[in-house]
């Protein structure tokens, strides 16, 4: 317990001026971090806020006033810009709907983690500001501030002042800093700061000074729309310049109305170039992505952030509960085998890395697994040790479904290793307190031992001492159980244990040597956390401990332990690098602890040492710029943060163009998190991590993420697939117009056919495209580089060729159907392209037959069938349709069914039929469709061989790219 120098109206009097809980503060000044979800009208409007988006707005407006000044009235004038606004309002609906979907998961993992304490007046465990201790009121004040630091281990307080230069929060012992939580001891201190001048205070305003980055994947498309918006503006000037000289022709009824209607065709033409559906098939494809991750409990807050993993280069990851457990496990003991075997000291293997009493002892010696750990005797003491002389606990939760600590985590640690040994005496005692339910068996042994022996008096831990001693009693017997320090426990005692018959014999020289090499192997080498165990016979009828008592023990053993790494993490750390990702382990632990968890965790097996690539937060910040710069590449541990030092470290790996995405679980990581590319919390951690993150792991599982980034680079394949789709399909209707109008032939398709082929066919088949199955070798690539254009240039050289085919074979069917067809008047090439000055001269043949619906229906069709062939092509980049045959995606022969089902409904059903100026087909008409659209298949086979054998030709094409910062911002960047 802590009692405040400060009573309840003084520290009323203090806040009066001062910013209320800084954790308060943070839900509501950081994106998405208010508990109440983000307005609606807000989510709507940021679905609009895309430049092509903007565009079609603006597209549909003109649309609508050139139908006004056209004299047209009714459902002519409004159906095109309606249809454009519908599509948009769907998009915006795709984009509402999935984000609104990711806020009430996370809505669901906040039941997971409401704040109990139990506190008094002036008196608590959680402390509520920063404060000065000045008075110690029990032997020591150990505080949990992983929450702050992200130390796997309780910390001792201690009155005196740091001598440590630029101190972080790791050194300052005399400070109790604001949120963490008392876990041993009493103290007295004065309040030092509160609310945003705390500790955690200064988390906040460091999210609050964090602006959120544009994605790789949006900055791309930004820069891809603007040059095709650039491009359209300037063929739709040049349309309508070339055709000036049409604008005084008699069918038009005068110059004005001539160049109304060619504007028109402009307008037309832009709708054919814009590609209407891609913003709806992007953020489709997204929110497919997020659901598939959310199977894999990968909770996305943010669409564009799943296509940001794809391009991931380093992942900072925070060491304490996310590469381990953050639950102080036993992983060895060591005790005397006998004096007259070799060797000498016994050495156990303890598995189970969390607070669940699930674990077996394995004996390294022997090499074997231990069925009865309780019938060694050494053992069998260990386990009376570890639960009388401790004062946690351990219980089940069976809303989270965990076992949960209450005190000190080293004390937890010895617990779940009494209930590991078990009890003696029964031949099926795993298996038969496996048949316990969940709550009984998580202390089972512990109150076994404590029902055995009766607690007489507590000798607390002290800092002098650095041991803790119980009297108990049990059958007219009393003894005395420690615990502590190896240093302090081992030099008290005169006799030890052996683990063979249980007969205690003199500490010899030599046994101590070997003790004390075992216990240098363990803290040294291993990097554990060690405890000594010994006991006492004690006179029976005494009742108190004194000092005095803590002398002439007898040794029972020694126990390393450690936060263990999680079990999947060594693969998961593979896989990165075999996919060019690096991995920084970023930790507020010291420096050998943490390159001890590398080692342990196997990943970094292929580093003789850690030289140059380990350092702490003050080694670092030493280092002069160069050297600072070279450390940033080859870094692999950074030890000894604070919060600014891991958004510090972030920002420096953006400035050298890496995609950071950066883990964490608790207070301290909010600022890095908010600040990277894509941050991704713990779903355990606190709600400050999760609202400042970008995706939220529900498992807490690190090898999540390598499922998520192979994820986010599927994503990015498949959306190159859907706009190479999308684009070579809109040239095509670009060629058509555009060809038309030199051609001086008929308007090949009217407006409402061209949103009719982007909005319905395009739109299904090319959001079909997104179920693309990931490629096998897709994690096995590099990252791609964030200044990779969408479009490169031999790809924009494939869309213009396969565009071009699709405008001419439209063209082809419309001048088939006049020169060519039995159903058509078949005229002379020359009549077609004087159309009209028809009615001024004198013809063979009626001047209706340019009013045919027939010509447009035919070049129509053939534009739609075309585009389902070529939707076929884009099943992969450069993999043949013989390699990844079309029923790979059956979403996508599905989406082609439905297309031409669609589209002979409105050939065939009469009102549709009128609405969109077509007409019904013959068989004949439909064999020409097909001979003109399946040599896109052929044209595209041809240029993948291409890719395949030369990796592309490498056209120069480059498109100029768009600075979004102003230059000196730009080269920072």
């Known amino acids: 317990m802590l009692i405040y120098q400060i009573s309840t109206n003084s520290a009323a009097a203090r806040t009066k001026y001062v910013d209320p809980d800084p954790l308060t503060l943070s839900h509501k000044h950081t994106q998405g971090c208010s508990h109440s979800s983000t307005p609606f009208w807000r989510l ?107 130390e796997s281990c309780s910390v001792e307080k201690e009155l005196d002042a740091t001598n440590v230069t630029n101190a972080v929060y790791q050194d300052k012992t005399n400070i109790l800093f604001s949120g963490t939580v008392v876990v041993a001891g009493r103290a007295r201190a004065v309040v030092i700061g509160v609310g945003s001048n705390t500790a955690m205070g200064s988390i906040r305003d460091s999210m609050l000074k964090t602006e959120d980055e544009v994605t790789p994947l949006k900055k791309k498309l930004d820069e891809f729309g603007t040059f095709l918006a650039k491009v359209i503006a300037g063929i739709c000037i040049l349309v309508w310049i070339v055709n000036i000289g049409h604008f005084r022709d008699p069918a038009h009824g005068g110059f004005l109305r001539g160049a109304i209607h060619y504007f028109k065709i402009a307008v037309a033409l832009a709708v054919a170039a814009i590609p209407e559906g891609l913003p709806a098939v992007v953020t489709t494809c997204l929110a497919l992505g997020t659901k598939r991750m959310a199977r894999l409990n990968a909770i996305v807050r943010s669409l564009p952030s799943v296509e940001t993993l794809g391009c991931t280069t380093v992942i900072c990851s925070d060491k304490t509960g996310t590469l381990t457990t953050n639950m102080m496990s036993v992983s060895k003991v060591s005790v005397l085998q006998s004096a007259y075997d070799v060797p000498v000291v016994a050495e156990y293997s303890v598995s189970g890395t969390t607070y669940a009493p699930e674990g077996t002892l394995f004996d390294n010696t022997a090499e074997v697994q231990l069925e009865t750990p309780a019938n060694l005797h050494c ?32 004390e937890v640690a010895l617990r779940v290793l009494a209930e590991k040994i078990g009890l003696p005496g029964f031949d099926s005692m795993p298996s038969a307190l496996n048949m316990l339910s969940k709550h009984e068996r998580a202390s089972y042994c512990n109150r076994y031992w404590e029902s055995q022996f009766k607690k007489v008096s507590v000798l607390e831990f002290s800092r002098d001492r650095k041991m803790m001693s119980v009297l108990c009693n049990r059958k007219q017997i009393q003894i005395m159980f420690s615990k502590g320090a190896p240093e302090s426990v081992l030099p008290r005692c005169t006799d030890i244990m052996c683990n063979n018959d249980g007969s205690s014999i003199r500490l010899t020289p030599e046994i101590r040597s070997e003790i004390e090499s075992k216990f240098q192997s363990f803290a040294g080498k291993e990097t554990l956390r060690c405890l000594a165990l010994a006991l006492k016979r004690m006179p029976l009828g005494q009742q108190a401990l004194s000092f005095d008592d803590e002398k002439d023990l007898t040794f029972i053993g020694l126990v390393g332990m450690l936060d263990p790494p999680r079990e999947e993490v060594r693969n998961a750390i593979l896989a990165c690098m075999t996919a060019g990702i690096r991995v920084i382990v970023v930790t507020g632990d010291n420096k050998a602890t943490a390159e001890s ?153 009217v407006p409402v056919q061209l949103l009719w082929v982007n909005l319905v066919t395009d739109g299904l088949p090319a959001t079909a495209i997104g179920f693309n199955k990931q490629d096998c070798d897709v994690m096995k690539a590099k990252p791609r580089k964030v200044n990779e254009a969408v479009v490169t240039g031999w790809l924009f050289f494939r869309y213009l060729v396969i565009g071009v085919y699709v405008g001419l074979a439209t063209i082809a069917g419309f001048v088939w159907w006049f020169l060519y067809s039995d159903n058509g008047p078949k005229l002379p090439y020359t009549e077609l392209v004087n159309f009209d000055s028809c009615p001024t001269r004198a013809t063979n043949y009626s001047c209706t037959v340019f009013s045919d619906r027939h010509p447009s229906t035919v070049s129509m069709t053939v534009l739609v069938v075309v585009e389902m062939f070529n939707a076929l092509n884009n099943l992969s980049e450069n993999q043949s349709l013989l390699v990844i045959p079309p029923w790979s995606n059956l979403w996508l022969l599905g989406s082609i069914v439905l297309t031409m089902l669609l589209h002979v409904l409105i050939l065939y059903v009469e009102p549709l039929s009128i609405l969109f100026s077509v007409a019904p087909l013959s068989w004949a008409e439909w064999t020409v469709v097909l001979y003109l659209s399946f040599p896109v298949i052929i044209i595209d086979e041809i240029l993948k061989f291409f890719s395949r054998k030369s990796s592309g030709f490498r056209f120069n094409f480059r498109f100029r790219r768009v600075d979004l910062l102003p230059k000196s911002e730009a080269h920072d960047k």
């Open 597 to 749: 968890l590398c080692q342990r965790i196997g990943a970094f097996d292929n580093l003789d040492d850690f030289e140059g690539l380990s350092y702490t937060a003050s080694e670092f910040e030493k280092l002069p710029a160069l050297q600072k710069t070279v450390a940033l590449q080859r870094m692999t541990i950074f030890t000894r943060v604070e919060p600014s030092h891991k958004r510090m470290l972030v920002e420096a790996l953006q400035h050298q163009n890496e995609v950071v995405a950066m883990t964490g679980d608790g207070v301290n990581d909010a600022p890095a998190l908010k600040k990277a590319d894509i941050g991704i919390a713990m779903g355990s951690g606190t709600a400050v991590a999760k609202s400042a993150s970008d995706m939220v792991l529900a498992d807490d599982n690190f090898a999540t993420i390598v499922a998520a980034v192979a994820e986010g680079r599927a994503i990015y394949n498949n959306t190159k697939q859907f706009i190479r789709y999308m684009i070579s399909s809109n040239i095509g209707e670009v060629v058509c117009i555009f060809v038309a109008a030199l051609l001086g032939i008929p308007d090949t398709l």
């Open 44 to 150: 709507v409007l940021k679905q609009f806020d895309d430049l092509l988006v903007k565009i079609l707005i603006a597209a549909a407006v003109v649309s609508f006033f050139l139908a006004l000044a056209n004299g047209e009235t009714g459902l002519s004038a409004f159906l095109e810009p309606s249809v454009i606004l519908m599509i948009l309002a769907a998009n915006a609906a795709v984009g509402v709907i999935t984000e609104t979907n990711a806020e009430k998961a996370l809505e669901e993992l906040r039941a997971y983690q409401a704040d109990v304490a139990t506190v008094l007046r002036n008196v608590g465990c959680k402390i509520p500001a920063d404060m000065r201790m000045i008075e110690m009121l029990t032997d020591q004040l150990r505080v949990d501030q992983a929450i702050l630091t992200g």
């Open 379 to 410: 053992l069998l003491h260990t386990a009376m040790c570890s639960a009388l002389c401790n004062e946690s606990f351990i219980q089940y939760n069976p809303e989270k479904r965990n076992y949960e600590k209450i005190g000190e985590s080293t």
